[in-house]
Structures are given as C-alpha cells and as structure tokens.
C-alpha cells in the first residue's frame, strides 16, 4: 500500500464572498473523492473584500452596483448562476435574505480563535451559511457569538475574544501577508505553499490538480 500525500492547504477567503463557499464546498467534494490517497493539514487564512467597508454595512443592491457598475438584470443573473452553482455542490443560496454587505474582520478574528480550539472548519461552514443561507449578519457579535456556539465553542470565551479584541494583529498580519503574496481575488487555494488554484472551481478541477500535486510529491 502507498503512502498517501500530505498536502497542506491554505483556503484563502471571506465569509461574505458567494464563491468562496462554492469553491469550499467544491474542494471538499474533490478531497473526499481522494479518500485514503491524500492526508489533508487544511488551514483558513483571513481576506476581506471590503476591508473599509463601516460598522452598519451597505445594502447589497447599492453596494454591487457601485462597485461593479452592475445593472439589477445583471445582478439577478449573477446570483441566478451562483445560487445554481452552489447547489450543484451542495451548498443553499438564499440571495433574497441576503441584505446588506458587511464587515467581516470580527468574523476573521473569531475564525483565529476556532483554529486554536480546533474547531475552524466547522465555524468557516457556519459562518458561510449563516451569511448566505439564513441571512444573519456575521459582523454582529451576538451573530458571531451564537454561530460560535453552535459548532460547540464556548460563548462566553467567544464573547470575550471579540469585545477585548483579540487576534487582530493576527489577522492584519495574514492578511498582509497574502496580499503580499499577489492574492488580489478569492477564493485562492494554496497548496503546499507553491501551487495556486483560484475561483469557485467545479470538483473536478481541484481533484485534477490536487492529484497532480500529490503525484509530484
């Protein structure tokens, strides 16, 4: 029996970005279809699309519009073509519960804390669907605090992370980091420090590449 690769995985990403839960749920459809081949290290790493973005948000119509320049037609068919894409993976899109666009660096912070308690995945899949599925506001803390508690953190630890303001030079610092890197866009999917798969790519593409990737050693 052969050695199953090691790969080690930085999942580059925000929590407010569609196509970074499409490309998850697309990485996670590939690795399990590797089984016993691969051993996977898989680590979240910090990027927020709208870093400057204020405390109360932006409604999300106004704030694609003016970034994108996008009519409501086009809006309608982008989110048409991502909520089809998520549920060819398996992941629901609720674009209409989906308000407003928020700050999420709160979120980044309390995803530091998960990865110490070895509970980082679980929080990244509830955060994205808290957002995306049910609609909640993942900048408010009470928000962050329950989705916390529901993938089994402890509440009142999580509500002292946020209000003392843990990790935050932390997470500037990843996130300077990657941005360093050239990362510009998410999700971007490093592998093994050296190889770069980027976008909500469908599963066969990660499992190609990442087979690649192991074959090469």
């Given at each position: 029996?052969?050695?199953?690769?090691?790969?080690?995985?930085?999942?580059?990403?925000?929590?407010?970005?569609?196509?970074?839960a499409?490309?998850?749920?697309?990485?996670?459809?590939?690795?399990?279809?590797?089984?016993?081949?691969?051993?996977?290290?898989?680590?979240?790493?910090?990027?927020?699309?709208?870093p400057?973005?204020?405390?109360?948000?932006?409604?999300?119509?106004?704030?694609?519009?003016?970034?994108?320049?996008?009519?409501?037609?086009q809006?309608a068919?982008?989110?048409?073509?991502?909520?089809?894409?998520?549920?060819?993976?398996g992941?629901?899109?609720?674009?209409?519960k989906?308000?407003?666009?928020?700050?999420?660096?709160?979120?980044?912070?309390?995803?530091?804390?998960?990865?110490?308690q070895?509970?980082?995945?679980?929080?990244?899949?509830?955060?994205?669907?808290?957002?995306?599925?049910?609609?909640?506001?993942?900048?408010?803390?009470?928000?962050?605090?329950?989705?916390?508690?529901?993938?089994?953190?402890d509440?009142?630890?999580?509500?002292?992370?946020?209000?003392?303001?843990?990790?935050?030079?932390?997470?500037?610092?990843?996130?300077?980091?990657y941005?360093?890197?050239?990362?510009?866009?998410?999700?971007?999917?490093?592998?093994?420090?050296?190889?770069?798969?980027?976008g909500?790519?469908?599963?066969?593409?990660?499992?190609?590449?990442?087979?690649?990737?192991?074959?090469e050693?």
């Amino acid at each position: 029996m052969s050695t199953p690769a090691n790969l080690k995985i930085d999942f580059v990403s925000d929590v407010v970005c569609p196509w970074c839960a499409v490309g998850l749920k697309s990485l996670e459809k590939a690795l399990a279809s590797m089984g016993s081949d691969v051993t996977v290290d898989m680590h979240f790493q910090p990027f927020e699309l709208n870093p400057q973005m204020a405390p109360e948000g932006e409604d999300v119509v106004e704030h694609l519009a003016r970034k994108y320049g996008s009519t409501p037609e086009q809006m309608a068919q982008n989110q048409e073509a991502i909520r089809q894409r998520g549920a060819d993976v398996g992941f629901t899109f609720n674009m209409d519960k989906r308000k407003r666009i928020v700050n999420t660096f709160d979120a980044h912070r309390l995803l530091h804390w998960a990865a110490l308690q070895g509970r980082q995945p679980e929080l990244k899949q509830a955060l994205l669907a808290a957002y995306f599925t049910d609609g909640r506001d993942v900048s408010s803390r009470d928000v962050l605090v329950d989705v916390a508690a529901q993938v089994g953190l402890d509440p009142v630890e999580a509500r002292h992370v946020l209000a003392e303001g843990r990790y935050a030079q932390d997470v500037r610092a990843q996130e300077q980091f990657y941005q360093s890197q050239g990362v510009r866009a998410v999700p971007s999917v490093i592998i093994n420090d050296r190889y770069l798969i980027q976008g909500g790519q469908p599963p066969e593409v990660f499992e190609q590449t990442l087979r690649k990737i192991a074959a090469e050693g």
